[in-house]
């Protein structure tokens, strides 16, 4: 658990001297406590002390980093297991599998696809992450040929799946620079695929699916001076993975086994339900998640979800205030009023444009609150909106003056007509009844 | 110049044209009620013009009033210019009333030691054996009467002009009046004559609504007078924001000169029912909040509203009172406490310092209550504080009966849990009228315990009682039948009262844990509450903890300071000491933003229940709802 | 050296029993006992229960439903019977549950109609039920009274109590018997405070189901999923408020954008992947009964949660205590 701002205010010196740039121990501790300064900034802390306090500060889990450039990613460096208790930080990297037995123009299309495609979402881009390529064909210049047509098509992260180091070796030639993953090290093959991540300067996975002899696996590969690890549970079944990975993240988050304190692996095509498999990789802490290539569907859902699980549950999505279009209003459409929460935004925004009543969405800035908070934390009242009919120069879209505000604002609406002059009517609460209510209440 | 008269007092005031109808009763003397601050918003400032010529834009406006009114002549004060001789009704709803303000008498037990002294001294007069120059033979002969020593003395410039003449004319028998300053010791009066028995202090509360004084004899250390009376600044706004807003547009020296005439009208009354002179006093003790100081001193408090909300000054300042006003002593020293933060003021260091909170190892939780409540947790090494606004539900405000503490207020409440009658007690014993803040927790109490409303403040209309009914709007148990009021209708309370009443202690309570979080602290840890502020002194303690507005701790452990402020205040006028440790006190304390606090929601959601939704914090009221409801089951 | 979590969880989810079969006094022919959990969803396999739940949501007036489900079951949806018949037979569910739809008509007043429905349900299945019932605070006494009548003896599961009004349904679920839905939306201590409001009216822990409200995929699923594991956090840390089973039902997963936007031929897979990935993800967090609408969603939640099992409890490590 993270120390209280108290805690380590016992622990500094309470001379109050200002030098770490705050103006005393005890707001310099409130700091600390929130991980927004360093113990390094005060100069009067002891040996002792500080280590108390670095402890709690470093990554339980270490942060990885594969491939070089835009692309790169890291993953690693969680510091809880629920993510409402913080956040999660690092989204795992979804990489579509290819096998060099494959023709090169697949390889190409593939890789292309991973280099091209995004997908959009609440003023988010959503990309897929890398490549990887295995080397089914079990020959060594199959593998780098393969390797060689993705490098010359696109600047992607890898991972490289083989047993055989050889076959490892001449791949590296086409990307050794490039912090590819290789895949993987077991207990048989370690020392020569170590010496091959230290010599290339990769990561490097792991592989086993006993957490005792993975965490050997772990402390034999830090012995050769490898830290760059993430862990393959190989689980054979859906079960299997998601008590490994709870164990080994709650394991390393309490750091009751440090050894274990790396990024997993997920190899969703392992099993026959490679939908479940992501999705269970994605909320149950995967950081590296190799699947066949997927299908649309697949794809946005697992982006989405992805987006979602990696959205810091006490910072809510917010929109930017202003005046939205649904279809092509008129002088005469309705305008309705909602708060910035971007949940709200898209839920009503999908229901006004279902009832193809041609609208104005009215957005106020509420820092990101739901109506019902937001009303109840006074962030929306009648200043606001006066002040955003005025910024929005909604007077002049329109002909009438009636806003309809949310169900749940129905307290305000008094205070909102006043402020405004408009007429307020009441909305429902729930956003799925705006059509029937439109139709009914809208003249 | 155009007349203006003010009826039913036919008060009349000479005004230029074009000045508003409220500038002038302001002038006048009247005490109108804006709580818009002139905007032309609020519509409280309802005047009805009987004769003459106004200018006022009616078309603008006519949402104030009905037909009846306008044809009466019905304006609003601030926004209808006088364009010649007129004569105004207005009407009482528009003047502000006078209200029940807190006084209490806090034994303090304090040592005496006021930074002000007098000496009486009978000087030799110089000759040619005893050449010394007139100042140091008067500080020698000070430090002979037990004064400090001669060196550490020095006269101001003003004081030295007069003392030649002063000496001689009195055939050098004189009463200094010596200060203590951060430089040393300053003589800063010089009368002839032995005076040394007339030396009085102040201590003020400069409240955003009200304004109490305690005059002391700073020679035997008594109390010899209490003063209060309404911040005159109403007038320009209700609460701080609206003033702040006012002192934007060209108000402040308004809103300075009004903090001043207040003070000054509460130190005469307490002066004149003392039988003092107002000359006598020479130090002027002021704990206000950050924005009020500001005001006081005449220094813009615009930066503080807004972000990144900086003040322009957060430690203790001594000023000459005579310089922003204060009708006392010319020499008068004037002390403002110092402050935390835009939100925690001097209000707040003067609470901590009456409770002593600052002095204890043990942990206390200090909280003030208004429309804005401020809290403080912690002990001698360390506290925490933040601020937040309570709403005004529990002060009477956004409840449809609600009100403040003005006679035919009802104060006290407990309801029958069979017949579901309510037993009142109201302010001077007068027909009801509404709700006191204080009644109004007594109320949700007593209906949570007889089981009107559930947790979260529902009123439960399947309940077959002639009380609980469905409402125009929401549903509403009626407190007073109309033939028990004072004002012709059945005094209710809704649920939407309810739910304000609710988010109100909400904050309170989710700001106290908000803190005791930050610092590690759990319920079990805190030795004392103290409640301070007016709302605390009515408050029934065991009804605050069974609808959790502050953490239960045992109603043993709960105190109310009252008036913490001008207690804070007194104690730093007669006891020096007690000043220099203000600052290190404001020093200590680190401020939360509890906007920036993203447990502050969290917490906020968890209050929002009656007393709370962990009932483990508030073991003791489980219990005793639990056993009143197995006693109704039986 | 062998690994060992120990979470400290000191509670356990209590159980709610799922319809009646003919030995308690009912006509299902089966029930369910849902809860018993002692730690993380899928790290045991409690026993004597089964979890989570597969539930068809169904409804009386499907000018209400999505579009989609027309396109794909046709006629079905205007023969109340065959509807609950195929979902039991054809698509194998493990739960049925009718949406009261007809009475979101403006002033809905034939009580009769609902008992009907609620009747034709109950006769074309021996699966045990969840009835929504109205959304009309006007009527909601007399549907709920109704539903609870109709289905008396049969330990229905009747939804949806939510703070601002409790009192109606829990009358009849206290008059019938029958279990409640609490709803809330997305906020553990709201939820909690429902729970709280609900005891003491009288209805018992082991007769709610707690629904956090799920926010579908991509809308709010990021709430709802926190929400189900912190609730399910707390009941494991002792909190009997919260110890109940969870519901989970993304209603606007057919008609987010995404999937009413899909181009025709991929709409039903768009449709189902919605539903899926929401419906997997819940369970995970903790929802035990997981409802849905489009037939194909069931079969791949069927097995994934199969797949789940196969692991449960088998790696000895992760056991609760």
């Known amino acids: ?407 749940y604002a129905s307290p305000l609406s008094g205070r909102i007509e006043e402020a405004t002059g408009w007429k307020v009517q009441v909305g429902p609460r729930d956003a799925a009844d705006i059509g029937e209510y439109l139709h009914e209440e809208w003249k | 110049m155009p007349t203006v008269t003010f009826l039913p007092s036919y008060r009349k005031i000479d005004v230029e044209r074009g000045c508003t109808i409220l500038d002038a009763a302001q002038r006048a003397g009247l005490n109108v009620n804006v709580i818009c601050g002139g905007q032309g918003k609020c519509g409280k400032c309802v005047m009805f013009v009987q004769a003459g010529k106004t200018s006022f834009d009616l078309q603008k406006y006519f949402r104030f009033f009905n037909e009846d009114e306008i044809r009466r002549g019905a304006c609003l004060a601030c926004v209808t210019s006088v364009d010649g001789d007129i004569q105004v009704t207005i009407p009482e709803s528009s003047l502000i009333q006078e209200q029940k303000i807190l006084i209490t008498r806090e034994d303090l037990p304090i040592e005496f030691r006021p930074s002000v002294r007098k000496f009486y001294v009978q000087l030799q007069p110089p000759s040619l054996a005893d050449p010394s120059p007139d100042l140091s033979r008067l500080l020698w002969g000070i430090q002979k009467s037990g004064g400090p020593v001669a060196e550490k003395m020095y006269a101001p410039l003003e004081v030295l002009r007069e003392i030649p003449g002063i000496l001689r004319h009195s055939d050098w028998k004189v009463t200094g009046t010596i200060a203590l300053v951060p430089g040393g010791y300053r003589l800063i009066d010089l009368q002839e004559n032995d005076t040394a028995m007339r030396l009085y202090g102040a201590a003020v509360d400069l409240g955003s609504t009200t304004i109490v004084v305690y005059l002391w004899d700073l020679v035997t250390g008594k109390v010899v007078g209490i003063a209060s009376n309404y911040n005159k600044q109403i007038s320009c706004g209700e609460d701080i924001l609206a003033r702040v807003n006012f002192a934007r547009k060209n108000g402040l020296a308004k809103l300075q000169a009004l903090a001043v005439e207040s003070i000054n009208t509460a130190l005469t009354s307490a002066a004149d029912n003392a039988g003092i002179d107002r000359e006598d006093i020479y130090e002027v003790v002021i704990a206000g909040n950050t924005v009020m100081t500001h005001m006081l001193l005449g220094i813009d408090p615009a930066y503080m509203i807004a972000e990144p909300y900086v003040p322009v000054v957060r430690r203790a300042l001594s000023v000459a009172a005579s310089r922003i006003g204060i009708a006392c002593n010319q020499n008068c020293g004037l002390f403002a406490f110092p402050a935390v933060s835009d939100f925690i003021g001097g209000d707040i260091i003067a609470d901590i310092l009456a409770c002593g909170m600052a002095e204890r190892e043990e942990i206390s939780l200090m909280i003030d209550i208004g429309t804005n409540f401020e809290v403080v947790l912690g002990n001698r090494e360390w506290m925490f504080s933040c601020a937040g606004a309570a709403g005004p539900a529990l002060e009477g405000g956004e409840v449809l009966f609600g009100m403040r503490a003005n006679p035919g207020a009802i104060e006290k409440v407990t309801i029958d849990p069979t017949t579901l009658a309510p037993a009142y007690t109201t302010i001077n014993s007068a027909k009801p009228r509404g709700i006191t803040g204080s009644g109004l927790i007594d109320l949700l109490a007593e209906m949570l315990v007889a089981g009107i409303i559930d947790r979260t403040g529902r009123i439960n209309t399947g309940i077959e009682n002639d009380r609980v009914r469905k409402g125009d709007h929401f549903p509403e148990f009626v407190v007073v039948w109309e033939r028990e009021t004072a004002i012709g209708k059945d005094i209710v309370i809704t649920e939407n009262d309810i739910k304000n009443l609710i988010m109100s202690k909400a904050s309170v309570h989710a700001a106290c844990v908000t803190l005791m979080k930050e610092a590690g602290v759990t319920r079990h840890e805190i030795a004392t509450i103290y409640f301070a502020g007016a709302f605390g002194n009515y408050l029934d303690k065991k009804n605050a903890t069974i609808i959790g507005i502050i953490p239960e701790i045992g109603i043993d452990h709960v105190r109310n300071i009252g008036n913490g402020a001008v207690a804070g205040a007194n104690m730093a006028l007669i006891n020096r000491s007690k000043r220099k440790t203000l600052d290190e006190i404001a020093y200590k304390i680190a401020y939360i933003e509890l906007n920036a606090e993203p447990s502050f929601m969290e917490e906020y959601t968890s209050s929002a229940f009656l007393p709370h939704t962990d009932l483990t914090l508030f073991p003791a009221v489980q219990e005793e709802l639990e056993a009143t409801r197995n006693h109704g089951k039986e | 050296m062998t690994y060992d979590v120990n979470f400290g969880w000191t509670g356990t989810i209590g159980n709610v029993l799922l319809g009646a079969t003919k030995a308690d006094g009912g006509s299902r022919e089966v029930s369910y006992r849902i809860g018993g959990g002692t730690t993380l969803p899928f790290l045991e396999k409690p026993v004597g229960v089964k979890s989570p739940l597969i539930a068809f949501e169904i409804c009386d007036n499907p000018v209400y439903w999505s579009p989609i489900i027309r396109n794909y079951c046709g006629d079905l949806l205007d023969d109340l019977s065959g509807w609950t018949k195929a979902a039991d037979k054809q698509y194998g569910v493990d739960l049925i549950r009718l949406y009261l739809t007809s009475t979101k008509q403006r002033n809905f007043s034939e009580m009769a109609a609902v008992g009907r429905a609620v009747e034709t349900v109950l006769s074309s299945t021996g699966l045990p039920l969840v009835i929504e019932g109205s959304n009309e605070p006007r009527i909601d006494s007399e549907v709920f009274q109704k539903c609870g009548e109709t289905g008396q003896g049969e330990r229905l599961l009747l939804g949806t109590a939510e703070a601002s009004r409790y009192r109606s349904i829990a009358a009849a679920a206290l008059a019938y018997d029958h279990s409640v839905i609490a709803q809330s939306p997305i906020d553990i201590n709201l939820a909690k405070q429902l729970n709280i409001l609900l005891r003491e009216i009288g209805v018992r822990h082991d007769h709610i189901v707690i629904d956090p409200y799920t926010g579908t995929l991509g809308y709010g699923f990021e709430y709802s999923y926190s929400a189900m594991e912190r609730i399910r956090y707390s009941a494991l840390k002792g909190d009997v408020d919260l110890a109940m089973p969870m519901i989970c039902s993304a209603i606007d997963a057919l008609t987010v954008k995404e999937v009413r936007e899909a181009d025709p031929v991929i709409q039903d897979e768009m449709a189902v992947t919605w539903e899926f990935y929401t419906g997997l993800a819940a369970a995970v967090a903790g929802a035990e009964i997981l409802c849905v609408r489009h037939p194909k969603t069931i079969p791949m939640l069927r097995a994934a949660l199969e797949g789940m099992q196969a692991g449960a409890g088998r790696a000895g490590t992760a056991g609760g205590q």
Do not use: W
């Open chain 1, 1 to 407: 658990m993270a120390l209280k701002a108290l805690d380590i205010y016992k622990l500094l010196p309470k001379k109050n001297c200002k030098e770490c740039g705050d103006p005393t121990c005890l707001t310099f501790a409130m700091k600390l406590a929130g991980g927004k300064a360093d113990v390094e900034f005060c100069p009067y802390l002891s040996d002792e002390a500080k280590s108390l306090l670095g402890a709690t500060t470093r990554p339980p889990i270490r942060l990885v980093k594969i491939g070089v450039g835009e692309r790169s990613f890291g993953v690693g460096e969680e510091f809880v297991f629920y993510r409402h208790e913080k956040t999660f930080y690092h989204p795992p990297g979804i990489i579509f599998r290819l096998k060099d037995a494959q023709t090169a123009e697949e390889i190409i299309a593939v890789t292309k696809r991973v280099r091209d495609e995004s997908l959009i979402r609440v003023g988010m881009e959503l990309r897929f992450n890398g490549i990887a390529i295995e080397n089914e064909s079990g020959t060594p210049e199959r593998f780098a040929d393969a390797v060689a047509a993705i490098e010359r098509t696109a600047d992607l992260p890898l991972v490289l799946i083989s047993k055989n180091p050889d076959a490892l070796r001449a791949a590296l030639v086409h990307c050794g620079t490039y912090r590819p993953l290789l895949h993987a090290a077991t207990r048989a093959n370690a020392k020569e695929m170590c010496a091959l991540a230290k010599q290339h300067g990769c990561p490097l996975a792991i592989r086993s699916n006993g957490l005792d002899e993975l965490a050997q696996l772990a402390k034999d590969c830090c012995a050769e001076g490898l830290q760059d690890l993430v862990l393959d549970l190989a689980p054979v079944t859906l079960g299997d993975f998601v008590t490994a990975t709870t164990v080994i993240r709650q394991l390393a988050i309490t750091r009751t086994a440090p050894e274990l304190g790396y990024p997993i692996y997920l190899d969703a095509t392992l099993t026959d339900q490679e939908d479940a498999a992501i999705a269970l990789g994605i909320v149950k802490y995967a950081s590296v998640i190799v699947l066949s290539p997927l299908s649309q569907a697949s794809s946005k859902a697992a982006l989405t979800l992805r987006q979602n699980v990696y959205t810091d549950p006490q910072k809510p999505i917010q929109m930017n205030p202003g005046l939205y279009r649904i279809g092509s209003p008129g002088k005469d459409a309705p305008v309705l009023l909602t708060v910035n929460f971007s949940l709200t935004f898209f839920t009503l925004e999908g229901y006004l444009e279902s009832t193809r009543v041609p609208s104005f969405m009215l957005i106020v800035d509420t820092e990101g609150l739901s109506v019902l908070t937001a009303v109840a934390a006074g962030k929306l009242n009648e200043t606001l909106v006066r002040d955003a009919i005025k910024k929005f120069d909604v007077e002049n879209e329109v002909s009438h003056r009636k806003l309809i505000i949310p169900g």
